[in-house]
């Protein structure tokens, strides 16, 4: 069962840049959401899709994008990456409703933005 | 201004020691997690709290949530090498439905030989 999967895991872009983030995952779970991660800080929500068809923004979501392409997948783009971006991005899944809000994650990606 | 306060953030201790890590807030959860994260890896889930007063056991892991479900510890009794690692509490906030995590900093642990 693989889970959550991202991909890819390490990419380095150019200041302006674009790049999509790629997220499936195959347990069935309607909440999919995208974090970053940066020393001294833990997860900061960026975008996040309760369901199919819907997303909303998180804490950070400034210069970032997001598709919920089906249910199983949940894309994040920068449309023009800056050296602030330069982070590890998880993406990670749960159920809907739950109200304990478990979430399973992926292994990452580890962006570097120069 | 981090809605959930996680301390320390970093504890390097020798090998046999016990240590325990908090996760504050004003807020009230209606659940409370700890994950832990290995470098190079997502975080994994270790326990879920859900009541006010709740104590989880998980071997030498002992996790209790408030009375008031605004706070938690982790407590790891006689700490071994293999339990170096980031340890990170998430909230999902009462009243949401989301699924939506708010995340202490995080508490770095070092387990030295």
């Known amino acids: 069962n693989a889970g959550v999967t991202q991909t890819p895991k390490f990419q380095v872009l150019k200041t302006g840049q674009s790049m999509t983030l790629q997220c499936a995952q195959d347990m069935n779970h309607n909440s999919m959401y995208w974090y970053r991660q940066d020393p001294g800080m833990g997860l900061r929500l960026i975008y996040y899709s309760a369901s199919e068809g819907t997303t909303d923004k998180g804490e950070v979501p400034n210069g970032y994008n997001v598709s919920r392409l089906n249910k199983r997948e949940f894309s994040l783009r920068l449309e023009s990456a800056a050296p602030s971006q330069t982070s590890v991005y998880f993406c990670?899944?749960?159920?809907?409703?739950?109200?304990?809000?478990?979430?399973?994650f992926g292994q990452g990606t580890r962006l570097t933005v120069v | 201004t981090q809605l959930l306060e996680q301390s320390p953030q970093f504890l390097s201790i020798q090998e046999g020691e016990n240590l325990t890590v908090y996760c504050n807030s004003s807020s009230v959860f209606s659940s409370l997690q700890w994950y832990r994260q290995e470098p190079g890896e997502g975080p994994v889930l270790l326990v879920t709290?859900?009541?006010?007063?709740e104590v989880k056991k998980l071997k030498r892991l002992t996790f209790q949530f408030g009375d008031a479900r605004k706070d938690s510890s982790l407590h790891i009794t006689a700490a071994q090498t293999g339990d170096t690692g980031l340890y990170l509490c998430a909230g999902a906030l009462f009243g949401s439905n989301t699924g939506k995590l708010i995340f202490g900093q995080g508490t770095t642990l070092q387990v030295k030989p």
């Open positions: 709290v859900v009541t006010g007063g």
């Open positions: 990670a899944s749960s159920v809907f409703g739950s109200r304990t809000g478990e979430a399973f």
